[in-house]
């Protein structure tokens, strides 16, 4: 007997893929989704127009270069210098999406081998790509109790031979904590002092409700990798548009990666954003949509405080998160979703999709839903608790 071809699939492991898939069971109208990261207000409609225009000219459906559309490149560049971010043209490139920017810039940067510093918790989709490239996540947590900053002299305790890369997330999915400059700045210098390259996932950039964003790319270029995404701001998830800054050498890596994984990113979908950097209405546009989603943010605070009194929280400054302690009720958080979606029809992402420590923690999204929904939705694992 010949061995099954199926057997030998190289697989990811525990992707975080099947626990959603898992939690989301037959759509009933009832069912409160509070699982996904997913923008819920309208992009600017006065763009699509434009957009159509663009797409009446034949150019627009023809390939773009595998570092994206130079005029998007060069715009993007802009927008980041705005934030404080020193880059040209060519240290930035497009991809088609956040996710694509992971995979690829994880790709371009590890042998079999490596290591790369994960905190503990983090965004779910950089351990399975770390594994799946034969490279090892370290974790080190980020205490809850300093609200979730990360543990600078840890991580330069775990930094070892086969370390290659040190990631976090700022704001920061699942806990919505936002960096503090000084953390950021000594991150940065770690990664320098130790060869070793910041890699700092900058998805929620405009998405902050306190303070802003800060990049570490400023204390040491050589070292920082930006990884972003337009899925949140301007809101268009469904158009898969991401970009990746750093030095020039590692951005070409990627784009010669990039080019045998998608060639460029979608042309229409790169118009789109082109379209929206270069509009008047942006910095208004994205203040109402944070104007919004900051309401949502207190209303689930509330929520969350009238219902779920035992449950230790941190008030996000970012992102789109509550990022929930259930203990001691909770102690499986895998299981404690499952039965909130087969039997109080609420979803929820378990806090171990985000790492080791999540297994009493559950993350619930507070932007997709209007208050009151958000409020039955958190009601509803009160009343899974009890
Ligand atoms: C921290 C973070 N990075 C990257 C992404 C990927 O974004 P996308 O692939 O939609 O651009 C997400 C999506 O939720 C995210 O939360």
């Known amino acids: ?49 434009q957009v159509v225009d663009d797409l009446r000219r034949p150019e627009s459906y023809a390939y773009t270069p595998v570092t994206g559309l130079p005029e ?29 920017s992971i995979f690829g810039v994880l790709s371009a940067i590890l042998d079999p081998g490596d290591e790369v510093i994960l905190t503990d918790p983090t965004f779910m989709m950089y351990r399975p790509v770390i594994e799946y490239l034969g490279a090892r996540a370290r974790w080190v947590r980020s205490p809850p109790e300093e609200g979730f900053q990360p543990d600078v002299e840890a991580i330069k305790e775990a930094i070892g031979e086969r370390t290659k890369a040190i990631v976090v997330v700022d704001p920061d999915n699942p806990t919505g ?44 270029p050589d070292n920082v990798v930006g990884l972003g995404s337009f899925s949140k701001d301007p809101g268009v998830p469904g158009l898969r548009v991401g970009y990746v800054y750093g030095p020039k050498e590692l951005v070409e890596a990627y784009a010669e990666l990039n080019g045998h994984m998608v060639f460029g990113a979608s042309n229409a979908s790169q118009l789109f954003v082109l379209r929206y950097l270069r509009w008047r209405g942006r910095e208004a546009f994205i203040r109402s949509v944070v104007e919004e989603y900051r309401r949502r943010r207190d209303a689930a605070v509330s929520a969350a405080r009238r219902h779920l009194p035992s449950a230790k929280f941190m008030v996000p400054q970012g992102s789109m998160y509550l990022y929930l302690d259930l203990s001691p009720l909770v102690s499986d958080s895998e299981r404690f ?10 979803t929820v992402m378990p806090g171990t999709a985000f790492g080791p420590s999540g297994r009493t923690f559950v993350r619930v999204t507070f932007v997709s839903q209007q208050p009151d929904r958000l409020e039955e939705g958190i009601r509803r694992i009160g009343a899974a608790l009890s």
Do not use: C, F, W
């Open 177 to 220: 904590r936002l960096m503090r400059p000084e953390a950021s700045r000594a991150l940065a210098e770690v990664a320098q002092d130790k060869g070793v390259y910041l890699l700092v996932d900058e998805a929620y950039r405009r998405i902050v409700y306190e303070g802003s964003y800060q990049s570490p790319q400023r204390y040491a």
């Open 337 to 346: 979703a499952a039965e909130l979606a087969s039997r109080h029809g609420v």
């Open 1 to 49: 007997m010949r061995p099954s071809l199926s057997s030998r699939l190289k697989v990811l492991s525990d992707s975080p893929m099947k626990i959603i898939a898992s939690l989301l069971g037959p759509a009933g109208a009832n069912v409160i989704r509070l699982h996904a990261g997913e923008p819920s207000l309208p992009p600017p409609l006065e763009l699509v127009d």
């Open 72 to 100: 998007l490149r060069e715009a993007l560049a802009e927008d980041l210098r705005a934030d404080g971010i020193d880059v040209t043209p060519d240290e930035v490139a497009i991809t088609s999406s956040g996710t694509t």
